[in-house]
């Protein structure tokens, strides 16, 4: 069987492939040759790969890991940039909001957690929930909750420093990765977009935001330290920021 059509296979037997632009970048991506007894073989292994991350990243992109990492990827600098980064899109960016997406946020949290552990250095989670989302979806409709959202994204993103990373998370809740910070930073931040969100949305709509921030301690679970400060901003009237329990002492 030609190479191509193998790798194809591959693919096209998991999930349709879009036609055009698409279909030709699967075909530059597996220039590999392999033998048909072994293709059932490899192909279980991909689609393993693929519901173990829960669909989460495009399949070419699963595909495209495994096979070179088995050494089946023969000239793999045959790949475009262009479908390279369209490959990152698909697998890591939000469609609606164009920040990155979940699965990009808790691979980046687990590096820097990582990172932060062997240099010594601080790092800081926000986690963000909109107050009143649902109740904009009731009464406008979702093409209302949808601008909400990305305007919300936008407010998110705007001014962060370099290097930080901000995420929808899934439905209204975001997530903001800072780097070099403590609580104290991350508080002032996070103070600062809660009121950007307040004062955008206060006529109308009304829409406002929670937030909790947590900074990473040497007990770990900084996402769990986090998610309890968000739910302490729910708990005691929404539209505020609230600090980890664990470090908001120390921080005064």
């Known amino acids: 069987m030609h190479q191509q059509s193998v790798a194809l296979t591959f693919l096209s037997s998991i999930t349709p492939l879009e036609p055009g632009p698409d279909r030709a970048a699967v075909e530059r991506f597996f220039g590999t040759a392999v033998p048909l007894e072994e293709r059932e073989h490899h192909w ?30 023969k000239a793999p600098v045959l790949v475009e940039e262009a479908s390279l980064e369209q490959a990152e899109r698909l697998a890591y960016r939000d469609g609606l909001t164009g920040l990155h997406n979940y699965a990009y946020f808790e691979q980046q949290l687990e590096l820097e957690t990582a990172r932060a552990r062997r240099y010594g250095t601080r790092l800081c989670l926000v986690l963000v929930d909109l107050d009143g989302f649902k109740s904009v979806n009731d009464r406008f409709g979702h093409a209302a909750g949808n601008e909400v959202l990305a305007t919300a994204a936008t407010l998110l993103r705007d001014a962060l420093r370099e290097g930080d990373v901000v995420a929808r998370l899934g439905g ?13 930073t991350g508080l002032r931040i996070a103070e ?7 004062a955008w949305f206060r006529r ?8 909790g921030v947590a900074e990473l301690g040497d007990d770990g679970g900084l996402f769990a330290a986090a998610d309890e400060a968000l739910y302490q901003s ?13 470090r908001s002492a120390a921080a005064g």
Not at 192 to 198: D, N, V, Y
């Open 204 to 211: 109308g709509l009304g829409v406002t935001a929670s937030f």
């Open 44 to 73: 279980r292994a991909i689609a393993a790969r693929y519901r173990l991350e829960g669909g989460r990243r495009d399949v070419r992109a699963v595909a495209f890991d495994y096979l070179l990492s088995m050494g089946l990827l």
């Open 172 to 184: 209204d809740e975001f997530g903001l990765l800072l780097h070099q910070a403590d609580l104290v």
């Open 192 to 198: 600062r977009k809660r009121g950007a969100i307040e």
């Open 234 to 246: 729910k708990r005691r009237g929404r539209n505020r920021v609230s600090l980890s329990r664990a």
